[in-house]
């Protein structure tokens, strides 16, 4: 393609986590150059990259010197302030587009969205008030997940109401409020999937195969290949993400994560406009991982199919779980990475190995 970038351009990342780090490693080996906006000095991702620019993410310095020294600008989490995004796509590409931002940081507009492309979701409802969200209880029979509109993640900001269990309505609000939030009706799943896919500047669409995901404490511990489902769900998981990748106009890798019913349906849970914590295992288990697909798909190169050679499993090393890193390295089979976090604080993702199982089946 002849308006690709070329070996030596600089792809601009904005976050130095961990998936900023694996991006930075896999734009190297095709020759790029990377650089950093990230406030906290000697980030994750800089250890690995050519620069950092040290700012916060809606500098608007420092967002024109990320625009005047890059060539294309993606991102690695999806609360990159919008305006940010807007201002810097006057002056350079961002990829994946802003509007994927928008959609993505709000779970209100993201349901809404998701429903309008086709992509089902659990049920619904806005909530500002007590008494909405007691309606909304009441409509949703009692049970429903009330979640905080913007900045959730791994299972923060929630709460869980059961029909078998009582819960101070009043007080889970107070506690809650504030903020907009949503109630979302329980969904009974028989077990959660994600699906990493992508597509190209050109319009060429991607995928791997389906993930099966377990989480504890709210997030991610496990990611397993192949997914305990038929071959009819993970192609619906599939054509699911592709809506949605075109819906958005979109260029990279996505992440959607799945709840499988016990009658074999999909409802999506949450997409993420980046690469995504349950497809780390893609770099063991695959010629091709979703960072560098993700490279390949900002930097205007041709995608690879998706194929994987290996079962897996994906095992995230929250904490003090990093203490079993030497252990891992000891054991065949086993691809360990490290995230150069130096302090191992609970609940913080330290890095991640995955080990293969046998040939893909
Ligand atoms: P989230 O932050 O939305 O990804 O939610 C974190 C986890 O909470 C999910 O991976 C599920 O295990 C669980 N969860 C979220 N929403 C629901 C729901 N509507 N019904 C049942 N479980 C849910």
Not at 91 to 118: C, H, I, M, Y
Request: with cysteine; net charge negative.
């Amino acid at each position: 393609m002849s308006d690709s970038l070329k070996a030596g351009q600089t792809i601009g990342i904005i976050g130095g986590g961990q998936l900023g780090r694996m991006l930075a490693m896999a734009a190297a080996r095709l020759g790029y150059r990377t650089l950093i906006l990230e406030p906290q000095s000697d980030c994750p991702a800089a250890q690995v990259a050519d620069g950092q620019i040290v700012a916060a993410y809606d500098d608007a310095a420092a967002l024109a010197e990320l625009a005047a020294r890059c060539a294309v600008v993606t991102y690695e989490f999806e609360n990159v302030p919008v305006a940010a995004a807007h201002m810097l796509a006057e002056r350079v590409p961002v990829l994946p587009p802003p509007r994927a931002l928008e959609v993505s940081q709000d779970r209100l507009v993201e349901k809404t969205f998701l429903n309008g492309a086709g992509a089902h979701t659990a049920p619904f409802r806005a909530v500002g008030s007590e008494p909405e969200l007691l309606a909304a209880l009441d409509a949703f029979g009692g049970e429903g997940v009330l979640k905080t509109r913007r900045l959730g993640y791994d299972g923060k900001g929630q709460h869980v109401f059961r029909k078998d269990a009582s819960s101070d309505q009043a007080a889970v609000f107070a506690a809650m409020g504030g903020v907009p939030l949503i109630l979302e009706g329980f969904v009974a799943f028989e077990h959660e999937i994600s699906i990493i896919a992508a597509r190209g500047a050109d319009g060429a669409l991607a995928a791997y195969d389906p993930a099966q995901n377990v989480h504890r404490n709210g997030i991610l511990h496990t990611s397993t290949l192949p997914a305990a489902i038929t071959p009819e769900t993970a192609d619906a998981a599939k054509r699911s993400a592709f809506a949605i990748l075109e819906a958005l106009d979109y260029v990279g890798v996505i992440g959607v994560e799945f709840f499988v019913l016990p009658d074999t349906s999909l409802l999506v849970n949450e997409i993420a406009p980046r690469v995504h914590n349950s497809g780390h295992w893609t770099e063991a288990a695959c010629l091709i991982s979703q960072f560098e697909q993700h490279i390949r798909a900002v930097a205007g190169l041709p995608l690879e199919g998706g194929r994987r050679h290996s079962n897996c499993v994906m095992e995230n090393l929250i904490g003090d779980d990093v203490l079993r890193a030497e252990a891992l390295l000891a054991e065949p089979n086993v691809l360990l990475h490290l995230y150069g976090k130096s302090e191992a604080r609970p609940g913080r993702k330290m890095g991640h190995f995955t080990r293969l199982t046998g040939p893909a089946s």
